[in-house]
């Protein structure tokens, strides 16, 4: 069994029901979250062994947070607690033109005064084949910033593959900080997840000028420079269409170094969208999965975009479906007759 671990902030989110707004809501959802746990929870669930590493205070929210994890089957047994809160998220939906809105408040929680010495890292690592993390988490503090590159560092040295998704936030840092921090990084990192504007926002690089935006050349000379860069084996984006907050038309695309080709995934017209966060994390988890298993690069970024298609049918940040519902949509049947 592979053994992927992950690192990041874990948060509880209250969610405004019904698609109403924070200003008519009486009562809010409960769920938890984090780009990372939501990873975590998506490869337990696909049958890996998924380690996640955050630091939780020592009360009882803290508990109901890592048994939120647990109940998936993801492995918390080493995280310390710690710090004084959980990290809160706010969230109202979004419908037809009006978007999704999102408000944190996060700052203080047990990760981001946490140091490197509060981990583990030998234990987490032993054994394990991947590390992933996101550009969330070294964007809230300085000391998460320097946490992520210690674990970046321990990873590699103790012969991981690492991953990154650069999901960059603008209400956490300035592009300014964001590219300083991730350019130290992303040195560590061997699989890439990004867009084209998120990559030349954290990494200072686009296509070269005269190739059309959107176009296999234009990804296909990112692809290349980044590679170039920083030494990655794969480079994948995520595309997506957002004709309204509920009606998007996703895809995704991965650069596979050793045969310098690019491949794209089929496209998933998405008429009815129960919440789409937490879509970029299935399409990690998708990719680590079937990379981690040595599939081929058609493959991994059709598995990812079919896991990415069906988290949208879920309420909530966890992508709850299995490898068997995924291979339904992946090979073409999206007609959602009952399983009998």
């Not at 059309?212 to 860069?229: F, N």
């Not at 008429?271 to 990719?287: M, N, P, Q």
Request: one cysteine or more; aromatic letters at 8%.
């Amino acid at each position: 069994m592979k053994k992927v671990v992950t690192m990041g902030d874990l948060m509880i989110s209250l969610v405004a029901p019904d698609n109403e707004r924070f200003t008519q809501a009486s009562s809010f959802n409960v769920f938890y979250t984090g780009a990372e746990a939501n990873v975590s929870v998506s490869l337990a669930i696909l049958g890996l062994h998924s380690v996640y590493m955050t630091r939780v205070p020592d009360n009882d929210i803290g508990q109901c947070a890592l048994n939120a994890l647990r109940k998936y089957g993801v492995d918390v047994s080493l995280c310390p607690k710690g710090g004084s809160r959980l990290g809160v998220l706010y969230m109202e939906k979004g419908t037809a033109q009006r978007p999704s809105k999102v408000i944190y408040d996060r700052w203080g929680s047990g990760i981001c005064e946490a140091e490197p010495e509060h981990f583990d890292w030998e234990a987490a690592f032993s054994g394990a084949d991947w590390f992933h993390f996101t550009g969330i988490t070294p964007g809230l503090t300085d000391k998460t910033a320097a946490l992520t590159l210690y674990a970046c560092k321990k990873a590699k040295e103790m012969g991981l593959t690492v991953s990154c998704d650069l999901n960059y936030r603008s209400r956490l840092w300035s592009k300014e900080d964001a590219r300083r921090v991730m350019t130290k990084v992303s040195r560590y990192t061997d699989v890439m997840i990004t867009n084209m504007d998120q990559a030349f926002d954290v990494l200072g690089i686009k296509p070269g000028d005269g190739s059309e935006p959107e176009s296999d050349e234009a990804y296909l000379d990112l692809s290349r420079r980044i590679v170039s860069e920083y030494g990655c084996s794969h480079v994948a984006y995520t595309t997506r269409q957002s004709l309204s907050a509920s009606h998007n038309i996703i895809s995704g695309i991965l650069y596979e170094k050793s045969t310098d080709r690019l491949v794209r995934a089929r496209k998933y017209d998405l008429t009815e969208i129960a919440d789409r966060v937490g879509g970029g994390d299935s399409f990690g988890a998708g990719l680590i999965y079937t990379l981690s298993r040595g599939c081929t690069a058609e493959y991994c970024v059709n598995f990812a975009v079919a896991a990415e298609c069906l988290k949208h049918t879920i309420d909530g940040d966890f992508n709850l479906t299995t490898e068997e519902e995924t291979l339904r949509i992946m090979s073409g049947d999206g007609s959602a007759k009952i399983q009998r």
